[in-house]
């Protein structure tokens, strides 16, 4: 089994600043790619950021938080971090991690999801 495992979440003011960890664990056998994707009340989950595991770190941002968050990587943990810096009311949603990996030698990347974490940005 796999699993990932957020942590960092919390009650932030506006202009604040959070961590968001992730740590993916179980029978992994190969990581691809990791990122964070958020789901506002009564709003579609979106991505937010991702990042390449195998291909030289490369990431993705939505136009909305680039400037503001920076995805990272630990190869080493398996973790996964979002740094998210000048937060926004908007920003206010469930934030998810996801990995797309595989458990075996010869699979295709299958993706895991996290449980989600509260990020509320309120004064």
């Known amino acids: 089994q796999v699993q990932l495992v957020e942590s960092g979440g919390g009650l932030v003011q506006p202009g604040g600043s959070l961590r968001l960890s992730c740590v993916a664990s179980?029978?992994?056998?190969?990581?691809?790619?990791m990122g964070w994707h958020r789901q506002a009340p009564g709003k579609q989950r979106e991505l937010v950021a991702a990042?390449?595991?195998?291909?030289?770190?490369?990431?993705n941002y939505a136009p909305s938080v680039k400037g503001r968050f920076t995805i990272s990587r630990d190869n080493t943990k398996n973790t996964v971090y979002l740094q998210m810096n000048s937060l926004k009311p908007e920003d206010t949603a469930v934030y998810y991690c996801?990995?797309?990996?595989?458990?075996?030698?010869?699979?295709?990347?299958?993706?895991?999801w996290g449980q989600g974490t509260q990020v509320t940005v309120s004064s």
């Open positions: 996801n990995a797309d990996l595989t458990t075996k030698w010869g699979t295709r990347p299958l993706g895991y």
């Open positions: 179980g029978s992994i056998f190969s990581i691809y790619a």
């Open positions: 990042i390449s595991i195998t291909s030289g770190g490369t990431t």
